[in-house]
C-alpha cells in the first residue's frame, strides 16, 4: 500500500510553454500533498504544501503565480510551470501523506527540461 | 540559521562492512527524523522514522540512533551489501503542526563487492 504515481515521468518542452505535473495517491486517501524541487546532485527542496480543498502554502522564495498548484481531490495534485524557462528545467517531486504530521510518500519524480 | 548537514563526500565501504552515516542538525528542535534512499533518478523512498524521546531505532540490518543534546542523528547499515549503494536523506520535521519535511544534502553510500 501507500503507492504514489506521478505522470509524466519525464517532459521536454520550448521555453515559454506550461507544463502540467499529475501527483496521484494510488491506494490511499491524501490529506496534504507536497511539491519539491530537486537540483543535480543537490537535496530535496520544498515548493509548497497543498492540503485537499484549500490553497497551497508557499516556501519562500517560490513563485505562486509561476508554480501553480491544485490539490482538487484526496487523490490528486497538480502542479503546473507556467511559462517554463530553461531554469526551470529539474526533477520534480510529489509526496501525500494521509494525515498533516504523517509519513510522507513519495513519487518516482518528474524529470522536466526547458530547451 | 537553520542547518542539516551530511558528509557530502561519497562514503566508500566494502561488502560486508557496516556503512555509518552522519546527519548534525543546528537550530532545529525537531519533533523527529527520518531516513531515506534515493536512487539515481527516483524519488525517495522510507526508511526508518525515529521521535525526540527514542535513543535508537532498529529495522532490519538498518540501525538509527538519535542524540538529541549533539543534536545528531547516525544511520549504520550492517553487513553491506553491493545492493545498498544509493544516496541516503536525511529529513527533520520540525515541532509546528505542518509536517513540513526538511532534507540534507544526502550522503552518497558505494559498497565494493
Known amino acids: 500500500g501507500a503507492v504514489v504515481s506521478q505522470h509524466p515521468s519525464w517532459v521536454i518542452c520550448k521555453s515559454g510553454t506550461s507544463v502540467k505535473i499529475e501527483c496521484r495517491s494510488l491506494?490511499?486517501?491524501?490529506?496534504?500533498m507536497f511539491w519539491y524541487r530537486q537540483f543535480p546532485k543537490q537535496s530535496l527542496m520544498l515548493m509548497a504544501t497543498?492540503?485537499?480543498?484549500?490553497?497551497?502554502?508557499?516556501e519562500q522564495g517560490v513563485e505562486k503565480d509561476k508554480f501553480l498548484i491544485n490539490h482538487a481531490s484526496l487523490t490528486l495534485s497538480t502542479l503546473t510551470v507556467t511559462s517554463a524557462h530553461p531554469e526551470d528545467s529539474s526533477f520534480y517531486i510529489c509526496?501525500?501523506?494521509?494525515?498533516?504530521?504523517?509519513?510522507?510518500?513519495f513519487g518516482p519524480g518528474t524529470r522536466l527540461t526547458v530547451l | 540559521s537553520q542547518k542539516i548537514e551530511q558528509n557530502s563526500e561519497a562514503l566508500n565501504i566494502q561488502e560486508g562492512k557496516t556503512a555509518t552515516l552522519t546527519c548534525n542538525y543546528t537550530?532545529?528542535?525537531?519533533?523527529?527524523l527520518q531516513w531515506y534512499r534515493q536512487d539515481p533518478g527516483r524519488g525517495p523512498v522510507f526508511l526508518l522514522l525515529?521521535?525526540?524521546?527514542?535513543k535508537e531505532k532498529r529495522k532490519e540490518r538498518l540501525k538509527v540512533t538519535f542524540d538529541t543534546t549533539l543534536k545528531q542523528s547516525l544511520f549504520h547499515i550492517t553487513a553491506s551489501q553491493p545492493a545498498d549503494s544509493a544516496t541516503y536523506l536525511c529529513?527533520?520535521?520540525?515541532?509546528?503542526?505542518?509536517?513540513?519535511?526538511?532534507f540534507g544534502q544526502g550522503t552518497t553510500l558505494q559498497v565494493k563487492p
Open positions: 525515529i521521535r525526540e524521546n527514542e
Open positions: 529529513a527533520l520535521v520540525g515541532s509546528s503542526n505542518t509536517g513540513k519535511l526538511i
Open positions: 509526496s501525500a501523506s494521509r494525515q498533516v504530521r504523517g509519513e510522507q510518500f
Open positions: 491506494d490511499f486517501q491524501a490529506t496534504t
Open positions: 537550530n532545529y528542535s525537531p519533533a523527529y
Open positions: 497543498s492540503n485537499e480543498g484549500s490553497k497551497a502554502t508557499y
